[in-house]
């Protein structure tokens, strides 16, 4: 398959488990690709593992919350592809805890990370995908559509990137398209970092509920996702723009 040959990406979070399959896939896709990330160790290990592959792959760090490494980011693109055509926004965070426990510096980085980041990643990188047909694929949440307890700071932020998605294709199409992927339980480090301080019971009937909850009756494989982002930057979906798109096996349809 080579739905993205030719085509010039750049992943954030990319050395997460969906992060990772996407870099793969796209790379399989026939695109060349730059996976953004905080993890550098990671990094350099993925680019390693997929160059010698013989896949068109380059890590940059950067952290998406920070106005001066997405700086950095776009000066690097522009150096390396002199335009982009497709920005996936994957980069993210959770946290799972009561809304009067919340400090200040918990909800700046879940928010900093998952809005912010999106929002500082589009606006240095919009500029180098114009004229293009560029598409853009950010990552909210099925949680960016419904509410659910203890997830208050989560919720808001990817709520966020639902309406900056929808908000935004009204404002750069149709030269550029840009839609948002709401994945709902996805088998990553994300749902079990949430759960982390709960005790191993309580998890394992958390995860059996999250698997019930789907109509699939399990949750969901990176590959899944990466596979709606890659229809989604893809001329397939030349007619699709300010979509919020869940992946999600019917959580928010019950």
């Known amino acids: 398959m080579t739905r993205l040959a030719g085509k010039q990406a750049v992943i954030t979070g990319a050395t997460g488990g969906i992060g990772e ?39 940059v760090r950067c952290d998406v919350s920070s106005s001066a490494d997405v700086a950095a980011l776009a000066q690097e693109v522009e150096i390396r592809f002199g335009g ?10 959770i946290l799972g805890k009561p809304l009067c426990d919340i400090s200040d510096e918990e909800w700046e980085h879940v928010i900093g990370v998952n809005l912010r980041g999106t929002f500082l990643t589009m606006r240095a990188l919009v500029p180098l995908m114009r004229g293009r047909q560029a598409a853009i694929v950010n ?9 659910s307890e203890q997830m208050t700071a989560y ?24 839609n ?16 982390a ?46 979509v919020a798109l869940p992946v999600d096996s019917g959580v928010t349809a019950r």
Not at 180 to 195: E, N, Q, R, S
Not at 212 to 217: E, F, Q, W
Request: charged share 20%.
């Open 180 to 195: 948002v992927l709401c994945p709902g339980v996805i088998d990553t480090t994300l749902p079990h970092a949430a759960l």
């Open 155 to 178: 919720c808001a932020s990817k709520g966020g990137v639902v309406l900056l998605t929808k908000a935004a294709a009204l404002e750069l199409g149709p030269d550029i398209r840009v």
């Open 139 to 147: 990552t909210a949440s099925g949680l960016g559509l419904v509410g």
């Open 197 to 242: 301080e709960l005790p191993e019971d309580v998890r394992a009937a958390i995860f059996k509920g999250w698997a019930d909850s789907h109509v699939a009756g399990r949750i969901g494989r990176p590959e899944e996702v990466v596979a709606a982002a890659i229809f989604l930057a893809s001329a397939e979906a030349s007619f699709v723009t300010g």
């Open 21 to 59: 399959a996407a870099c793969r896939m796209f790379c399989a896709e026939g695109a060349s690709v730059i996976g953004a990330d905080v993890a550098d160790a990671r990094g350099q290990q993925l680019e390693e593992e997929l160059r010698g592959d013989g896949l068109d792959f380059s890590f």
């Open 84 to 93: 982009l055509d497709v920005l996936y926004n994957n980069a993210g965070v």
